[in-house]
């Protein structure tokens, strides 16, 4: 088949270059990206303490439907994040504590969802990342094909299989595979940079030294004028 349905393997991150980056915020990641790559903050931890980083692995399913993601995690390796694309919809969970068990006794490091959850409060008490537009009771049917392996949409990014997958509390941001490895030495730096910042302005130098330029640049204030 030229274009199977179900792509069994692909390209992952290196794993020393997933644990140096899962050092990072996913807030310095996305800056040094060109703030890009955040997914939408509806996709959020079930808990604010969850945190993430891995490979995507990623899966297309039918709202309320969750046949392929059962097949994804036969498939998944060991630090494989389940990147799942489940339209948005909240009408039935795709995933409860049942398939959170599996996916952490595999090794599967997370779980992010443009879908809903269940079990809310198991997973939670299992303390395995599961980031999800939200939860619903309601289980899913497992009839309806999809695919796994391909690019997916998940709030609003696109998610290739492959890429570098990262969340905590502020949400998750995905980096492409190719350009991750490179981004880090100036993530590292902005780390250093800001923890400067935050030391000067502790010490008292509160001011933003940038600000009157960028005033006058957009216009807010005339050419000699300041605050």
């Known amino acids: 088949m030229a274009n199977p349905d179900i792509i069994k393997d692909f390209p992952r991150v290196d794993a020393d270059v997933v644990q140096r980056a899962s050092a990072l915020q996913p807030a310095i990641l996305a800056d040094v990206a060109g703030r890009r790559g955040a997914l939408h903050g509806r996709i959020r931890p079930l808990h604010p303490g969850m945190k993430v980083a891995g490979t995507a692995l990623t899966v297309e399913v039918r709202p309320g439907d969750n046949l392929m993601i059962h097949a994804a995690i036969s498939l998944a390796k060991p630090g494989d994040v389940l990147v799942i694309d489940g339209k948005g919809d909240l009408s039935a969970a795709l995933m409860g504590t049942i398939m959170m068990n599996a996916c952490r006794k595999l090794g599967i490091a997370g779980v992010v969802m443009d879908g809903a959850?269940?079990?809310?409060?198991?997973?939670?008490?299992?303390?395995?990342?599961?980031?999800?537009?939200?939860?619903?009771?309601?289980?899913?049917?497992?009839?309806?094909?999809?695919?796994?392996?391909?690019?997916?949409?998940?709030?609003?990014?696109?998610?290739?299989?492959?890429?570098?997958?990262?969340?905590?509390?502020?949400?998750?941001?995905?980096?492409?595979?190719?350009?991750?490895?490179?981004?880090?030495?100036?993530?590292?730096?902005?780390?250093?940079?800001?923890?400067?910042?935050?030391?000067?302005?502790?010490?008292?130098?509160?001011?933003?030294?940038?600000?009157?330029?960028?005033?006058?640049?957009?216009?807010?204030?005339?050419?000699?004028?300041?605050?």
């Not at 303390?127 to 497992?142: E, I, L």
């Not at 949400?171 to 880090?184: K, P």
């Not at 400067?196 to 216009?219: C, F, M």
């Open 117 to 227: 959850a269940r079990d809310a409060v198991e997973i939670i008490e299992m303390d395995y990342p599961v980031f999800a537009a939200g939860t619903n009771p309601n289980g899913p049917t497992k009839n309806v094909p999809g695919r796994i392996g391909h690019p997916v949409s998940v709030g609003g990014v696109t998610v290739h299989p492959g890429d570098f997958v990262i969340g905590d509390a502020d949400g998750v941001v995905v980096l492409e595979r190719d350009r991750i490895e490179a981004l880090l030495p100036a993530a590292e730096k902005k780390v250093r940079d800001e923890a400067a910042r935050i030391a000067a302005i502790q010490a008292g130098d509160t001011e933003a030294k940038w600000l009157v330029a960028a005033l006058r640049a957009a216009g807010v204030l005339k050419e000699g004028e300041t605050l």
